[in-house]
């Protein structure tokens, strides 16, 4: 959730209201457009299947980020506003207990009917209603909420991604996402360096007037050991050498959850490997060496830290290592595959796990309302996972940014960067 | 799979191929179309999701009734043909363990290429690759082949219509597959009488040169003891009544595995009926009383009958009268509701629980080949169904027709009828 | 249930009922202490233990046969009778509805107390209040009681070992029930042969006074092809062909429900096998060639039959040839493991499956009352055994006894006798 | 794990390795027969029975404590040892990968032998040969695993209280463990008070010579906001306000993960109650007001605590406000209840679940050997749990200690405390 804004002098206030709703107004516009562009290379059918119950439809997520407009902005906001369907809200709702009853999340694969062009038109009314509240004049509580339903859209437009995936790599056709594969040729994976960190106090947490969710305040101090962090991901040609040198088969090296998964499931390569070969949303490509290693589990990512000799970093030394890395910013743009190019890697690749669980920074407080749902109640058996994905929208990356998974989920871009005591 | 066929003499030997070519040509011209007609009102998201792991989406029967023609007739039989995709035969088959390995049934919700689109195309290539084929000399093994496959997609058809109820009833929209309800106004049920016979041998099965099921021979004698069988089917009054009277609560009523199924399940009416209305492929509409009750289980037709002071007949007590009955041939037309039409209903409304678990006649033998899986092989834990449904293609149905479904299973249109012993 | 006793002249009343009671008294003495006689061997530790749902601690056996006699004679029929525990009748009822509620049989194993001997003095108290029962003057539907719950008590002798056996495999010491192996050194099996029956009207099941359960009446006809059924069952070594065949690695030699119970259990040998040995209640033994094969469910039998040529018989077929084999009776003593004696085999060796699923004889009724719930209420999804097992008590063997199983289960001493058309 | 023993001066050296070894030896004495204490009130078949997966019979902990001495100290460290039995290795590993396969966790309760009497033998047999390990020169490896494993037998204590309570409670009787309620006549619950902290960087985890657990080490600085933490545990009196208030009835009060499983089971207050009852020990026992509430899983405690507007504490400030606590040490004798003593109550009545996730301290190193699987592999979706309960041996309870257990478990004995922002 944004933090408050702080109001400006009196005489420039309408001005800053009418930049402010101008560029909310074009954020929205382009947010809207870029989902219905990620969905245009799905048919019908590929919209409407769920592969997990993890996992969510093409044309489900098309129609919950709509509802989410819907629901905490156009029905209490916008006057006269009339919903598009009265049992929308009951579909469409992922949640949020305190608006109401939902759809369970397994069966959201049953649903053939609103079909994708029903979607559609209910994205453009939707659409054109948040027109007529932005044309209004704007609390800066509509404003706050508008802001966070472009990042609750992009957080879904990864998801979209990651899911479809998923379906496309359950059919045994191997179908592509589009065609095409990473940008530029392999390359010999670059020796990896340490970045030392003395220890002591620092800052974390996100503090300032730009947006964040409520997740990442307060900005708090943490007190840190002397260690030292990766310069780079760990990459595929490491993790074949983690596979060849037994990694999925010694006990030793696995948190015991983590050993009772691999026994579970079989698990002897990260998801999507088949041999030498990746499945990607291009379809099967060989596995590029010098490329970070993605779709790993919570347990395999650290399974390969201690085979390492290392360990996992905590999402303190992660961020406080990254916030001075001047590399970043802008630097990736959004791709439907990591890379092996240079730099520091912190974002623009792949979500890199930590060792840090996901629970409330101190002083935390969740957003009021039904917002308030959005973060804090999954603060339990989740790890987090720090800097983004080459799919995570460039504007949606940040150097606070708190993701979280269960430690045995792998269809999220999720990978890892090493870090040690000193 | 069709008896043996007797050569006519020699002199008319052509001609009666030409005309039973023909035959062929126009049955198999009509069932492959009458398929298309069936999904023709269904969108390709409703034809992609699989709501249950017995039921198939509509695109698999679509396609899967395609692969049979193929991978029986096409392949082996048709020089130089070329199959429309080198994995539908793995992604089409459905159980035949002889043909090869093929994709899970469960999993066919998850498939969601080839497109709806692509299965017509596949569709077209075989249908014109069959008309190559009956323009040939043609074997009496192709000619019974081709007609079995008639017959197999006949089947297909009533279970597109049962699997797509089951997908549509799963949507919390309640959508219709096609507008409009049973024909005529609801009546009252007519009094049931009962319908007597002194015992004795019988001779029950198929026999001649019409198609049948090889499940539906040999001809054999049957020894029965004096019965009654009702001359109508159980109501939806009568079902109301039972409710009425705790059946769905009074174990002593229930075979003890019945009884455990309604712990688990929470039963307590038919499949589909939510408090007075009925989800049907015309979406709700109220219960009509005198239609014949559908959707229930064997338990639940097993517990009805033993509260009505009755018993369920066996399928030679089914056979027997229903065989002396002039009434039914093409008495009742294709249709998407059981009706309260007058006449016996042994044919054209509802499937009719016996409580004859479903083997194998005395000398049964499995057709040769890998049409032999069929039917043999799903002779335990079934319960035979006799007569027809509403949904069954009028063509399809057989006095000496052995349907079977597990005593659980409720999507498909089963029914009862009484018996008792004099 | 027994059948109806016809009463003897006036005259000589009093000096048959004294006799029958004495006879019933007798009896009952005999099969109460068998039971602990059974018992004997066993810890309190193994009384304790269930080792799967469908099996029963042997401390659960001596008190739910105890219960019996308590709840369905000395609670309606003996004055002033005290229970023993007002909480027994809740804790060892096994499936009587009409009784009451009942602990639920997956949970028998978390029951530590009563203790064994807690449960020893419950079936003295027991004991004394029956003779006080048979001391008073009896009717004849007390005396049929009676009877019924000696019966009843002997298949608990027999599940009762049945269990224990299948405790003591779940042991990774793999303990003796007793030691010793079975009698008689091993020898070559006999030539099979086969015993022809021309086929037609048949009569089969119970008529007569002797006592029999409510399933097998009534006595009926059954009509009958020309067949042959083996003059004796199948041996391990047949078994053993079948396995080195590749019998459980062929799907077209088994039924559809069978193959995939292979696929999902792994299946690879009769219940018990372990290489060339077999887990017995006198510990680990070596295979015996010439030994019936037992353990073997019906997907197995019947697979088995599939690769001989054969099939499994019918119940009919079965009772037509046992009833005329005059060698029987008398023949096999108790014992706890089958034998490679001489003779038919038909009894006292293991039970034989059939191809018949279990239902009623046409005109069945169940017992009145309670007791009405001992066998009817079985009637689906369950696979019938003829003959009895080496652990069968002899005085509970009969030539129309209707053993049943689910078609999965292996823990029964169940084994099989092949048949063919003629 | 033990920190390492700095070496006193060479001249006294053997006094006190001696007077070392005398401690060490009776220390083993103590708890050994305490053990066998705590086992004596049960019989051979409460020993016996595994209640879930979590759980392990009585026998079980008698014998694994005994495997744990055998394996890590007599095997590699007693010249001429003979194991007791060559199995009991497979038998009784709980989940030392390093050591060789297990018996599955899930089935210890199949095993019904060896029985109670063969474990009372064993343990005699290992108690005789630690005596002759004791009697030889010890080196301070061998006399800290002596301390580790007199530690681990501790916990197993609890472990068999904590599990034979679970089995006693299923079952429909109600038996109990022993006579007796809590000492003490019920009284009001004293007023809460608040303890408050100032914040700023304290240090926190284990340091010096006295023994502890691998995983309360290294003792590290944290940077702690100020706080205040209640005086005394949440009663069960509150607890009831929690429920009166509709507390498992409002979604808005719980994490995600807690509402589906309040969902999934039904709880409506904590294990073990049953309307103003509490199953004990000692048998059912009305509710005291004024005691501890406990048997909560961390997801109800954090729901109580959201509830009440407060939170759960961190590890980090439970141990900073407990260090300083003048009165606990010493003053809760081991009881089998908790009680409504004056006091912090931060000792010897209820575990205290605190919202920190269980992992590594900074710099943590887990032992060296097959004894560092004691606690770092079970770093993952874990909830850390503070003080100690009445059923905790005294000697085994430390500010520093660490127990920790999965947020839905509840039968430990788990309660609360809370915690608020200054």
């Known amino acids: 959730m944004p933090a408050g804004r702080t109001a400006p002098g009196t005489g420039g206030r309408a001005d800053a209201d009418d930049r402010e709703r101008g560029r909310l107004r074009q954020a929205l516009h382009d947010v809207r457009r870029f989902t219905e562009a990620l969905a ?132 045994p056709l191997h179908p592509a996402y589009t065609p095409g594969g990473p940008s530029g040729s392999p390359r010999e994976p670059r020796k990896a360096g340490w970045i030392e960190h003395g220890g002591g106090l620092v800052e974390v947490g996100h503090a300032g007037p730009a947006f964040s969710f409520d997740n990442e305040s307060p900005r708090h101090c943490a007190h840190l050991v002397p260690f030292a962090l990766a310069d780079r991901l760990v990459t595929c040609a490491e993790w074949n050498e983690f596979i060849d040198d037994g990694g999925y088969a010694r006990p030793e090296l696995w948190l015991s959850e983590g050993w009772a998964a691999v ?70 743009p959004h791709d439907l595959h990591p890379s092996s190019a240079d730099g520091g890697q912190f974002h623009g690749e792949v979500w890199q796990w930590t060792s840090s669980s996901y629970g409330p920074y101190p002083g935390y407080r969740p957003a009021a309302g039904a917002v308030g749902e959005y973060n804090g109640k999954f603060m339990v058996n989740q790890q987090v996972l720090r800097g983004s994905a080459c799919i995570t929208p460039p504007t949606h990356r940040r150097t606070t940014y708190r993701n979280f998974f269960p430690a045995g989920a792998r269809w999220a871009y999720s990978g890892l960067r090493l870090a040690r005591d000193l």
């Open 40 to 171: 245009a290379p799905l048919s019908a059918e590929d919209q409407t299947v769920q592969s997990m119950p993890d996992a969510s439809p093409t044309k489900w997520h098309r129609a919950h980020t709509s509802w989410f407009f819907e629901t905490f902005l156009l029905e209490p906001d916008l006057p006269r506003y009339r919903p598009f369907h009265p049992e929308f809200g009951y579909l469409f709702n992922s949640y949020y207990e305190t608006v109401g009853a939902r759809h369970p999340r397994p069966e959201r694969g049953l649903v053939s009917r609103p079909g994708t062009e029903e979607v559609g038109r209910y994205r453009r009314h939707v659409d054109a209603a948040m027109e007529d509240l932005l044309d209004r004049a704007c609390t800066p509580e509509t404003a706050a909420l508008v802001e966070l339903g472009i990042h609750h859209e992009q957080q879904h437009q990864e998801l979209l991604l990651m899911d479809i995936k998923h379906v496309l790599s359950c059919n």
């Open 263 to 332: 026994q579970a499931t079989g698990w002897r390569a990260p998801l999507y490997w088949t041999d030498d070969h990746l499945f990607t949303l291009a379809g099967e490509l060989p596995v590029d060496p010098a490329s970070p290693v993605v779709h790993v589990s919570y347990f395999e990512a650290d399974a390969f830290a201690r085979w390492a000799g290392c360990r996992l970093p905590t999402e303190a030394e992660w961020e406080a290592i990254a916030a001075a890395d001047a590399g970043y910013p802008g630097a990736a």
